[in-house]
């Protein structure tokens, strides 16, 4: 993986500009770092109560279709969706978090669904695994805001999606000053420019957008996009 240690140098406490230094602060700083959370925190019943995950997903999916779920945690998400590609579709499910992969892997083989669903523990900035236009549907639900490298994940995103493909980005809207993780809304604006925009919305605490890729399908309006947040 290649990380550019200058995104993670945490601007408060790397005055010096000392690489060496840098690299302590990088260690001990959790600003600089990505963010792992516990699965309890990820799935738990007031979250299934609340925001179903099959329903959320659905729409995107059918039988047979090709998703990448990246930063997946330990398959909130991942699992409905194997269930609703069926055994004639695939799942690449990837986190950086060794725990959350182990969780989604027990849970995968509990239900079997360990034919579709290819968990690997790898940063949304390196989806080797996955080919090139390959996928159908990338789900990136709050990882660019979970991450430094967000240029490195967005580019797998485009890498990985078929020309036809879509993908569903979403990022929080609550996140610390100075923190590189964060996507502000400058941010996510210029995100949003490098892709068509099939639909996007924001609650209140996150923005989302419905995306493909700029080399594939034509540019629909946003106003005769669906405004219905998923
Ligand atoms: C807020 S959670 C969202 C999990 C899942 N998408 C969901 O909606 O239930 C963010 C996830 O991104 C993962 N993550 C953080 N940095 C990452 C990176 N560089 N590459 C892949 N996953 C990452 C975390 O481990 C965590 O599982």
Redesign the pocket.
Known sequence: MVVNLEDRMCPKRSRNGNQEWNLVMQATCCKTK????PAFI??NFVRRRFSPPKQKVSRFLSAGSVVA?????PG??TIPMAELVGSTGKVYA????PK?IKVLRAKSDARRLGSIIDAHI????NLGVVPDRSVDFVFA???LC??V?HAG?LAEIKRVLKPQGLAYLSVTKAFRKNDPKAVTKEEWNRILEGFWIRENGEGLLNRWATVSVKNGIPEISIANASRASV
């Open positions: 990505d963010r792992h959370l990820m799935d779920d990246i930063g997946c945690g909130y998400f990837a986190d950086s978090d959350s790898t940063s949304a900035a639900n709050a990882v979970c991450m490298d994940a």
